[in-house]
């Protein structure tokens, strides 16, 4: 199946949108399904940094393990999972509008399904993945542009 897609304008620069979007401790601030997001790694974020999600799937809470497999800042990131039955394959590119004071921020998301994983993958995690990401964009949108960040 090809990626999940979606893109959302937001009146704010690619430096502040990115740094908002990949600060770890504000995840709770636009994701609704996400409970908690942390570091497993010392310094700076960096390619092969590793972070433990916590999200809500359902009624009961689910922890994985993302490791960043690019790091381009203001630009663009990706992660992919490396633990559980339904690991997520994400890539966030940021590009400059409205001569920079602005971002359209673009996020494509697949899955890997391992396991049970490959039975909930296409059945259900595909359809969530698609409204959470609407919902997460206009959160995200909101909080920035009311001066989050």
């Known amino acids: 199946m090809a990626p999940i897609v979606h893109s959302v304008d937001i009146s704010r620069s690619p430096e502040d ?4 979007l990949t600060d770890l401790g504000r995840f709770t601030e636009w994701q609704e399904q996400v409970v908690s997001a942390r570091p497993l790694d010392e310094g700076p ?5 590793k ?5 809500r799937m359902g009624k ?11 790091w381009n800042p203001p630009r663009s990131y ?3 999972g490396i633990d559980g039955p339904v690991r997520p ?13 602005g971002t359209r921020f673009t996020f494509s998301i697949d899955f890997e399904g391992h396991g049970i994983g490959k039975l909930l993958v296409p ?3 595909r359809k969530q ?10 959160a995200l949108k909101q909080q920035l542009e009311s001066g989050a960040g």
């Open 17 to 20: 949108v990115f740094t908002y």
């Open 45 to 49: 974020m960096k390619i092969g940094s």
């Open 89 to 101: 394959i994400g890539k966030g590119t940021l590009e400059p509008i409205d001569d920079g004071a």
């Open 123 to 125: 059945l259900i995690v």
């Open 60 to 70: 009961r809470e689910q922890t994985f393990t993302t490791e960043l497999t690019d």
């Open 78 to 80: 990706a992660f992919r």
């Open 129 to 138: 993945a698609k409204s959470e990401i609407t919902k997460s964009h206009a």
């Open 51 to 55: 972070a433990s999600l916590t999200r």
